[in-house]
């Protein structure tokens, strides 16, 4: 089936460094989103990408849809301690039939910052 | 606007009891997807209901059932719960048709099956 590779699986980074993690599958993806997920909490959305080549910003964090369709960029520029928490790509398959609202979730990339 | 809700926050049950986790949509959200998500892994999805019809079901068996009703709120069913059901259940709602992707998650039910 479908799978999405997230890359690193983990990153231990000082404050005020950037940061940069992607997403990949050899199969095409029609919509890319990426959400972070605090311990104990259900994901939150973060950006949402439609189009292939689509760059899209939201404060510190930049997301691209890549050109082939099969892969996502994630990153979050000057990093504070309350970025610390797992990042998940999620995408819909270029195979769903219909609109069945069917997200494929990556394995996540586990953040820490280090004051 | 109100977010995603769910009850309850936690549960134990016992192995082939049957468990109903409950779900209220984003006010003026239509759709709502439920998910699984053991821990370490990224969520799983079950199925989705639209306007009170599931719109499409993932690769879990039969004894997960859903419920959506005129409100938009969703009930998940699990029967003949198994060891392996323990996992965070996670609760997304969306407008429906094109914009059914953009999905925003509420806190989860944590189940525990002993």
């Known amino acids: 089936g479908q799978q999405l590779n997230q890359s690193p699986q983990s990153m231990f980074i000082q404050e005020g460094e950037d940061v940069s993690m992607n997403c990949t599958s050899s199969s095409i993806f029609n919509t890319w989103l990426w959400y972070k997920q605090d311990p104990g909490e259900g994901p939150v959305l973060l950006i949402a990408?439609?189009?292939?080549?689509e760059l899209t910003s939201n404060g510190r964090l930049t997301a691209q849809f890549g050109i082939t369709r099969k892969d996502s960029f994630l990153n979050i520029s000057a990093s504070i301690p309350s970025d610390v928490g797992i990042y998940f790509c999620a995408g819909q398959p270029q195979r769903s039939s219909g609109n069945t609202g069917k997200l494929i979730f990556g394995q996540g990339t586990t953040l820490q910052v280090k004051p | 606007e109100t977010g995603v809700t769910q009850s309850p926050t936690h549960l134990i049950k016992t192995r082939g009891q049957q468990v109903t986790l409950r779900c209220s949509s984003q006010s003026g959200h239509n759709t709502v997807s439920w998910y699984q998500q053991a821990l370490g892994q990224g969520p799983q999805f079950i199925f989705q209901?639209?306007?009170?019809?599931?719109?499409g079901r993932g690769n879990f068996p039969p004894r997960f059932s859903g419920l959506q009703f005129p409100n938009y709120s969703s009930e998940l069913n699990v029967n003949a719960l198994e060891l392996d059901d323990s996992a965070l259940y996670l609760c997304?709602?969306?407008?429906?048709?094109?914009?059914?992707?953009?999905?925003?998650f509420g806190p989860g039910t944590r189940l525990t099956v002993t």
């Open positions: 997304a709602s969306s407008l429906g048709g094109a914009a059914a992707y953009e999905q925003y």
């Open positions: 990408l439609y189009k292939a080549g």
């Open positions: 209901y639209y306007r009170e019809e599931e719109n």
